[in-house]
T-cell receptor
Framework: GENVEQHPSTLSVQEGDSAVIKCTYS??????FPWYKQELGKGPQLIID?????GEKKDQRIAVTLNKTAKHFSLHITETQPEDSAVYFC??????????FGRGTSLIVHP | DVKVTQSSRYLVKRTGEKVFLECVQD?????MFWYRQDPGLGLRLIYF???????EKGDIPEGYSVSREKKERFSLILESASTNQTSMYLC??????????FGNGTRLTVT
């Protein structure tokens, strides 16, 4: 089955810096890669996603890149703000229709 | 907006009790999932259902069962609660290879 590795597990940055979270996957049949943000006391919410026919996607300060050959994808957050502090999860699906999640990254943005 | 409602935010139960966690969605999604979230372990799939009365085991089904009698409702059952089932439980719904929509979770404590 699919295996998704996510790094780092914790990321601490100063407000205004960029943050990058990386995920690798094992199943070459995976073709859908969402990213979720989980704020304290809430369930995860989709913030951006990418499909395997696209290499990069942007939405304001957030971007996701996908390298199918290397089987890795990354979340980039620019100009971080304290409200970006949360746990972020990557996921992959397609080979099986059940998404496989990474273990999460706790992002802390210091004012 | 998709709404996924979990019946309780917090539950405290005693060892050996039978526990029901309810999840209701309003978007007519075929797929529904139950995850367990523990620090450092990410989101682990307990059970999922792709249709009414259909269910499949996830990665950690031991000690749990599920029921899906209606499309909008997916219940997680702890037949005999144990202390190692103290955790955050998240319900999610979604179409295949599309974003998942999560509820806000039920924090269960078994004493």
């Amino acid at each position: 089955g699919e295996n998704v590795e996510q790094h780092p597990s914790t990321l601490s940055v100063q407000e205004g810096d960029s943050a990058v979270i990386k995920c690798t996957y094992s199943d070459s049949a995976s073709n859908y890669f969402p990213w979720y943000k989980q704020e304290l006391g809430k369930g995860p919410q989709l913030i951006i996603d990418i499909r395997s026919n696209v290499g990069e996607k942007k939405d304001q300060r957030i971007a996701v890149t996908l390298n199918k050959t290397a089987k890795h994808f990354s979340l980039h957050i620019t100009e971080t703000q304290p409200e970006d502090s949360a746990v972020y999860f990557c996921a992959a699906s397609g080979g099986s229709y059940i998404p496989t999640f990474g273990r999460g990254t706790s992002l802390i943005v210091h004012p | 907006d998709v709404k996924v409602t979990q019946s309780s935010r917090y539950l405290v139960k005693r060892t050996g009790e039978k526990v029901f966690l309810e999840c209701v969605q309003d978007m007519d999604h075929e797929n529904m999932f139950w995850y367990r979230q523990d620090p450092g372990l990410g989101l682990r799939l307990i059970y999922f259902s792709y249709d009414v009365k259909m269910k499949e085991k996830g990665d950690i089904p031991e000690g749990y069962s599920v029921s899906r009698e209606k499309k909008e409702r997916f219940s997680l059952i702890l037949e005999s609660a144990s202390t190692n089932q103290t955790s955050m439980y998240l319900c999610a719904t979604g179409d295949t290879n599309s974003p998942l929509h999560f509820g806000n979770g039920t924090r269960l404590t078994v004493t």
